[in-house]
């Protein structure tokens, strides 16, 4: 299996793609302290790494539950047929949802899309998955499944394998 590199990293972009990863709200001159590099080079090295691709966007975590967003469902979704505008149909509109915070195409099991979605409560939840995901053309199939805890919940990539 071939590997595919888009980026030659050091050991200097690995610590502060870490510590970007652990704290994205960093300034250039906290982040330039925690990883031992000058301002102007750690600078220099984070706009690389973004001209890149590597780092695509930073964003501010929020804990949903203090938002009283108290309900995750992950939804597994089946179409009715495998067509490319199926699909697009489908992608284009759960992209306006707000309470989808991902969504997946998978394959290895009946359903063909896995959705996370936050509401505030079941009754949300039905309104949403009534009024919004069984409207969608194409939507045969739903099965819904609610988080009770929050075991690992990270958006960080596991920088050990990177050479």
């Not at 080079?41 to 501010?60: D, F, H, Y």
């Not at 804990?63 to 489908?90: K, V």
């Amino acid at each position: 299996m071939t590997k595919k590199k888009i980026a030659t990293l050091d050991r200097t972009d690995l610590k502060i793609l870490q510590a970007l990863q652990d704290d994205g709200g960093l300034t250039n001159q906290q982040l330039a302290e925690r990883i031992g590099l000058s301002p102007s080079p750690c600078s220099r090295r984070v706009q690389k790494l973004e001209s890149a691709g590597v780092i695509v966007r930073r964003e501010t975590v929020l804990d949903p539950r203090a938002l009283g967003l108290d309900l995750t469902a992950m939804i597994q979704i089946s179409m009715d047929r495998h067509t490319p505008e199926r699909f697009a149909n489908f992608e284009a509109t759960v992209k306006q949802y707000p309470e989808v915070q991902q969504c997946y195409l998978v394959t290895g099991q009946e359903a063909d899309y896995l959705l996370k979605v936050v509401v505030p409560d079941i009754d949300h939840y039905q309104q949403f998955l009534l009024n919004k995901i069984t409207r969608i053309e194409g939507v045969s199939g739903v099965q819904s499944s609610f988080i009770m805890r929050r075991v690992i919940d990270t958006t960080a990539l596991p920088l050990d394998y990177v050479e």
